[in-house]
């Protein structure tokens, strides 16, 4: 017999969500990664579980504006043009990807996957009993400037289309709503339905303590390789080779570095993001409050008042941009007035493929190896159901979500 039933690489937001769904089914599962669960790119997202979020960052705007976000100083997205030279198969495909209707079809796969998002998170916000960390406040967009104010019409349309709920808030609302808001603001849309944690972290390393009280067992330490067979996996992690039936990589942006799960063929790549974090600020504002222009939240976290987002394109290794944490730094007094110096600074690592959907399924070479990753900037939004559709599968059940759009195998541009 196996040592275990089910072992998952990474203990992310999704890893962690694989985790505790196997383990609550009664499962034998091990759960292995290096660094403590949630501490890394679920640490220092933008804590919304943003229901909302099926527009891909692939979109016509990037390639309509791709000059200006390349070269200005203002811009949300940020480019290493080394590593795109060194990448040139997948940033031509993500940008094929930004084309209207690749765009629009991602979106609608989103948006369907999207839809079950808060049937797979609820039940282990519950058994995490991690009810007092949700906050149900809506997450509110603005914008603060006419054109892109007009720009965001189409976009917001698509959302209401594929059945996300909004609603339009004139400028004075917006400013009763979020007081501590110094931008002129020409317009703005509450997304109602979304909610926000008050700390991601302490949700997931509850979740972890759910999983240990459930009989969840957890190793420190890497998984490295493993094997398949007709019966079962071989884990080898840190020297020891462990045995399992089922084998999950959920290993994010770092799942290409497990040898022999055949992750080093997929497109992986990275789309990295910063944060600033002002202690004592969380007041600034009552829920995550996006910038359009700027391409940032606002969010008040338990620590205090968390700056993150924009888009690095580049490298695992190259060292953090300070202009990205300078640019959140400017961005964030022009919105919230002036503030004081921030006491911590983070960087992440979104694991992302050309087309801005995550692989969930198995392995095209054998069904004892299951992916979950690839979720971008909505891993903490959609680990949930991730985490119940691997169950479904490690059990050989048919899932209620068409995981089609999401195989390793399906043609990424």
């Keep these: 017999m196996a040592d275990y039933d089910i072992a998952i690489a990474g203990a992310g937001a999704v890893g962690m969500s694989c985790a505790l769904w196997a383990q609550m089914r009664g499962h034998r599962v091990l759960l292995a990664d290096p660094n403590p669960p949630g501490s890394g790119a679920s640490y220092g997202n933008a804590c919304t579980l943003a229901t909302y979020a099926c527009l891909p960052v692939n979109s016509p705007s990037v390639l309509t504006g791709l000059p200006g976000l390349m070269f200005s100083k203002d ?23 930004c084309r209207a209707a690749p765009s629009r079809r991602i979106a609608g796969h989103l948006a369907d996957l999207m839809a ?55 400028p004075e609302e917006a400013l009763e709503m979020e007081p501590g808001l110094k931008l002129p603001v020409k317009r703005a849309v509450h997304f109602h339905a979304a909610r926000h944690l008050r700390d991601p972290l302490e949700f997931i390393t509850r979740m972890h303590r759910a999983f240990a009280e459930l009989g969840g067992t957890t190793l420190q330490a890497p998984v490295e390789a493993v094997r398949a067979s007709g019966t079962g996996v071989e884990v ?17 942006a770092f799942s290409k ?6 992750t080093d063929k997929l497109p992986l790549g990275t789309e990295r993001g910063y944060h600033l974090m002002y202690e004592g600020e969380a007041h600034r504002v009552t829920r995550p409050v996006g910038w359009g222009e700027a391409g940032f939240y606002a969010v008040p976290h338990a620590q205090g008042l968390r700056l ?10 190259a060292p953090a941009n300070r202009r990205r944490l300078a640019y959140i730094a400017r961005k ?13 600074e983070w960087l992440g690592y979104r694991p992302t493929l050309p087309d801005s959907l995550p692989v969930i399924g ?28 691997i169950a479904d599968l490690a059990e050989g059940r ?16």
């Design 75 to 97: 811009s949300p997205l940020s480019l290493s043009y080394a590593h795109a030279l060194r990448n040139p198969r997948w940033m031509l495909a993500f940008l094929a990807n």
């Design 116 to 170: 079950h998002a808060d049937a797979g998170i609820n039940p282990l916000i519950e058994a995490a009993g991690a009810q007092d960390l949700v906050v149900e406040r809506g997450q509110l967009s603005v914008w603060s400037t006419a054109s892109a104010a007009e720009a965001a019409t189409a976009d917001l349309e698509q959302r209401r289309a594929l059945g996300v709920p909004w609603r339009e808030v004139g």
């Design 236 to 252: 080898r992690a840190e020297g020891q080779t462990l045995t399992a039936g089922r084998a999950v990589i959920a290993g994010g």
């Design 257 to 262: 570095r497990i040898k022999g799960a055949g």
């Design 308 to 317: 993150t987002g924009t888009v690095e394109i580049a490298s695992l290794e």
């Design 332 to 344: 964030g007094a022009e919105m919230l007035g002036p503030l004081p110096p921030p006491g911590s």
């Design 362 to 389: 198995p392995s095209p070479h054998t069904d004892r190896v299951l992916y979950a990753f690839g979720h971008q900037h909505i891993g903490l939004t959609l680990s949930g159901i991730t985490g119940r559709l």
């Design 398 to 413: 048919q899932p209620n979500v068409d995981l089609a759009p999401f195989a390793a195998d399906r043609a990424f541009a």
